[in-house]
């Protein structure tokens, strides 16, 4: 097994988002290799930090690295926050981080079979557990196939795409990220190859359907902010336009008040604002950072604070 590396992107700016009280109950909702987590357990006097992962290799090494500091491991997706919460005795969080970032150490490590970069087999699950990308690509219709490239990886050649897999998988099951690379590569015209890597965006799709990433972060933001405390806060890093779109849109649902029709003389409804955008625009990565970590250039911090229930 090898080492588990991560640079943590925005790692100052995600923290003090979340963080206000050094006696608080935090909780990191995608830990990997613990850096959010270790800058945020620094700061804690008699706090205490919940840090979940389903990544068991992301948790044994922020369990090496967090030795010694107030902090509960949960080897959980973060769509069972709030039975975690449940089952810990928690009623309320001070803040919330999370980074949605496939790590580094997925990305390097080729037998996880994120990348299009080395061939292996196709997995991309990071619990390790349940439906895998080769499932998806040898299984699903081709208007499932389509469906997804397009919806979540955006790919205006997905119906092409879509269709030279299904062609491939007739004549032999395809077993690897380099068999899936070499179909892409040959479903696009030459100046869609040569402009940028073809693979990108429909590996991000099977890797986003494999992990049910879109539907578990909906449901986490809602469940994460109804436990915040008056005063916590949600910080939150995207990595591309669909997650962002989701973040974006729901805390501008938590901080929009009455929802009566413009043309009602007054409101009827009483609904009042719940939270206050803390970041009017995303913050993104420093020239600094990106010279440094050019994965992080697609790094988007959202974050939100809770004023009322």
Known sequence: MMEFKHTTVLLRETVDGAFSDPKGVYADLTTGGGGHSLELAKRLSGGRLICLDQDAEALDAAGGRLKGYPVTFVRRNFRDLEKVLDELGIETLDGIIADLGVSSHQ??????????????????????????????VNVYTEEELRRILFEYGEEKFAPKIARAIVTERGKNPIETTGQLAEIIKNSVPAAYRREKNPCRKSFQAIRIEVNGELDALDSVLEIGFNRLKIGGRMSIITFHSLEDRIVKNRFREFCTGCTCPPEFPVCVCGKLPRGELITKKPITPSEEELESNSRSRSAKLRVIGKIRD
Do not use: Y
Not at 107 to 128: T, V, Y
């Open 107 to 136: 990305l390097d490590d080729a037998e996880r079979g994120f990348s299009f970069h080395n061939d292996a087999p196709l997995d991309m699950r990071m619990s390790g557990e349940g439906l895998s990308a080769r499932d998806v």
